[in-house]
T-cell receptor, first 115, second 115 residues
């Protein structure tokens, strides 16, 4: 079952505005990642935030993580038409030892930037 | 550094046939994971390989299998194809560290259509 749940499912804003997407998850995590996907293509990694971090910035992206509420938000500032895409959060559950457990993805938020 | 590559990009098969998809990870990455993406179920983890060994497996039937070669390239195989296997199959590679840092980089995907 999907661990991450993005909210809203779809978001349409004007170019230049800020876009905020939220993600909730269920179990303890090592880290949370945000990905972008353009029209059924591969996933582009945007940002990773570790469970001991609360906020992270990358260019026009700002991610927050609240482990007590098991939630994260992705803020895209000064949106552009090229930001139109689906955005997914993905979590990897805590594990012991080394290894890459599978990521659990939410259903995604479809973001449309109106020019 | 070249990204994750997947071949073929598009594939059309008929029910009952089998299919093999290929993934070449980023140079130096030793872990390869496979995901299936469908409109109904979203992104779901199939399995993960590291040093030619399957370390993790998602909740998929035995018709889905994979392997990894000594150069870290991976293949996944689906036997006795069903209509519901139509999906975008994504491969991701990971550079594993000891800190639990687990950023996964995705390829462009293989679009499989089963008729």
């Amino acid at each position: 079952s999907q661990q991450g749940e993005e909210d809203p499912q779809a978001l349409s804003i004007q170019e230049g505005e800020n876009a905020t997407m939220n993600c909730s998850y269920k179990t303890s995590i090592n880290n949370l990642q945000w990905y972008r996907q353009n029209s059924g293509r591969g996933l582009v990694h945007l940002i990773l935030i570790r469970s001991n971090e609360r906020e992270k910035h990358s260019g026009r992206l700002r991610v927050t993580l609240d482990t007590s509420k098991k939630s994260s938000s992705l803020l895209i500032t000064a949106s552009r038409a090229a930001d139109t895409a689906s955005y997914f959060c993905a979590t990897d559950a805590k594990y012991s030892g080394g290894g890459a457990d599978g990521l659990t993805f939410g259903k995604g938020t479809h973001l449309i930037i109106q020019p | 550094k070249a990204g994750v590559t997947q071949t073929p990009r598009y594939l059309i098969k008929t029910r009952g046939q089998q299919v093999t998809l290929s993934c070449s990870p980023i140079s130096g990455h030793r872990s390869v994971s496979w995901y299936q993406q469908t409109p109904g179920q979203g992104l779901q983890f199939l399995f993960e390989y590291f040093s030619e060994t399957q370390r993790n497996k998602g909740n998929f039937p035995g018709r889905f299998s994979g392997r990894q070669f000594s150069n870290s390239r991976s293949e996944m195989n689906v036997s006795t194809l069903e209509l519901g296997d139509s999906a975008l199959y994504l491969c991701a590679s990971t550079l594993l560290g000891t800190s639990g840092y687990n950023e996964q980089f995705f390829g462009p995907g293989t679009r499989l259509t089963v008729l």
